[in-house]
């Protein structure tokens, strides 16, 4: 067996690596909200997700706090659809450590990110981000689109993965007619 064979049965069970987590998340409690680091925590779905160990590649360890939000009180005024206290975000927890990432490092551009981990409180991602001026990245054929203008600041515009799957861009057809071209083309009639 290979070593991808043995780390995707490794994923699979979880039981195996609950107290590498349990540790692992006590440490990262105590860093920053927005860490660079070295080598992939999961280093299948970073290789599934177009990370390489080479120059330009850099990843980024995300927190974001999770949990329901809520509106802010309103005082005055008609309150027949403001009256609800939960606030339903527009994005999703995965998207926001994205847009995170990307501010916390101006001149990389987001590629992909992953789920690392959770508790009560906090949700892990780690972000794969790329230096479009790298001469590695710009002679790379399969990597060199993202060198593009067209794809400048992607993940601010909801063209990564997480951001198209949160502006519910996976579904064609039928169920699906008001979220193309947007939602706001739409009038936010879509979702």
């Known amino acids: 067996m290979g070593l991808y064979k043995y780390l995707k049965e490794l994923n699979r069970n979880k039981e195996k690596i609950k107290p590498l987590m349990k540790s692992r998340l006590i440490t990262w409690r105590r860093e920053n909200a927005v860490v660079k680091i070295e080598k992939p925590t999961n280093l299948l779905a970073a290789r599934s997700l177009g990370y390489r160990a080479k120059k330009g590649i850099i990843l980024a360890r995300v927190r974001v706090k999770r949990g329901g939000k809520q ?44 789920k690392i981990g959770k508790d009560g409180q906090r949700y892990w991602f780690e972000v794969i981000l790329v230096d479009r001026n790298n001469p590695s990245i710009k002679n790379d054929p399969k990597l060199n689109w993202i060198c593009r203008p067209a794809n400048k600041e992607r993940v601010f515009r909801g063209l990564t993965s997480a951001g198209r799957k949160s502006r519910g861009l996976l579904s064609k057809g039928k169920g699906a007619e008001k979220i193309r071209p947007s939602l706001r083309a739409n009038l936010g009639r879509g979702k």
Request: charged share 35%; glycine share 4%; hydrophobic share 30%.
């Open 71 to 114: 509106r802010p009180h309103i005082k005055k005024g008609r309150r027949s659809r403001h009256k609800r206290q939960k606030f339903v975000m527009g994005k999703s927890f995965q998207w926001i450590a994205e847009e995170r990432a990307a501010k916390h490092f101006p001149s990389l551009e987001v590629l992909n990110s992953y």
